[in-house]
């Protein structure tokens, strides 16, 4: 035993409390900074939007209203006048936005996708019945669409007639809805949002409208539903790769969150190349293994395809 120690009697003991006491003070304040800053559940920011391709800054995306329609020109996005072609608002370069990719939220839950490398798909149609409404009614989102890319990287595109459950940048809630999209690389644009009811058949429409070079014009809509949901896109790359696909965001509890029906039959296929019918082989793919979520092809034919999509 050291001669200090000796001559300080009970003083380590007053030290080691006193060192023992600073530290139960830290650690509480420490305790006490931690819960201060605790993060907030996740939730998307107050200025991102939710479109069929995720999250999406709410300056990047845009509705278009009728009587305008979206052109490419010399590498960039414009909104222009149908009647006088004037340009009405350019969108910028059409070029990948790295902030957007990195964080993308990936919501495609169930489809069937078919990549087409023969002549150019010149017409592609389906049909669907609006499904009853979910039994939990929360704050899910549920997009159920025929949609055509030009490939699958970054740079790619989609255009598409959407039928969607719950809110999105286009507006919505409670209630099925309908509207058509075309969503860059990092821009998404859609026409007026139409409500629906459960029941209601419905045609989307995706046609090609013009040809110039390598360059092709698009429009997307829902035979017999009002025009103003329509989008037109022109001079933009062949959209080769096609898909029917449930997308869905915020859906915490499947078994009551989805619509009660079993399935969405995505029936009366057609793809056209020209005037023939295309030779089609769909491909399921689901992204959680072992889910009720899943797509079966049910027939691969041209007219009188079929693509079932179930919930449960």
Request: charged share 10%.
């Amino acid at each position: 035993m050291s001669s200090s120690f000796l001559s300080t009697g009970r003083a380590p003991v007053k030290h080691i409390f006193q060192r023992l006491l600073a530290s139960i003070v830290v650690i509480t304040l420490a305790a006490c900074q931690k819960e201060a800053v605790a993060p907030a559940p996740v939730s998307s920011p107050t200025d991102q939007v939710l479109t069929p391709a995720g999250y999406m800054p709410r300056s990047s995306v845009h509705y278009i209203a009728p009587g305008y329609h979206l052109n490419v020109s010399n590498g960039r996005l414009q909104k222009l006048e149908s009647s006088s072609g004037r340009l009405i608002e350019d969108y910028g370069p059409v070029s990948i936005s790295p902030a957007r990719h990195s964080t993308e939220a990936q919501g495609w839950i169930a489809y069937a996708f078919w990549n087409n490398t023969g002549a150019a798909i010149t017409r592609f149609t389906t049909d669907m019945i609006v499904p009853d409404v979910p039994t939990n009614q929360g704050n899910q989102t549920l997009f159920l669409f025929h949609g055509m890319q030009d490939g699958t990287t970054k740079r790619s595109y989609i255009i598409q007639p959407v039928l969607q459950w719950g809110p999105s940048a286009a507006g919505g809630g409670k209630n099925w809805a309908i509207t058509n999209w075309y969503v860059s690389s990092h821009q998404a644009f859609f026409g007026t949002l139409i409500s629906v009811n459960p029941g209601a058949a419905l045609k989307g429409v995706i046609r090609e409208t013009a040809v110039s070079g390598s360059n092709f014009s698009y429009n997307s809509s829902f035979s017999g539903y009002s025009s103003t949901s329509a989008l037109q896109v022109n001079n933009v790359p062949q959209a080769f790769w096609t898909a029917e696909s449930l997308e869905s965001y915020g859906v915490t509890d499947p078994s009551t969150m989805y619509p009660p029906n079993m399935d969405i039959a995505m029936t009366a296929i057609q793809i056209l190349q020209g005037t023939a019918n295309a030779s089609i082989f769909w491909t399921p793919v689901q992204q959680v293994s072992g889910s009720a979520q899943k797509a079966i092809v049910v027939s691969d034919a041209s007219p009188g395809g079929e693509v079932d999509i179930f919930f449960r």
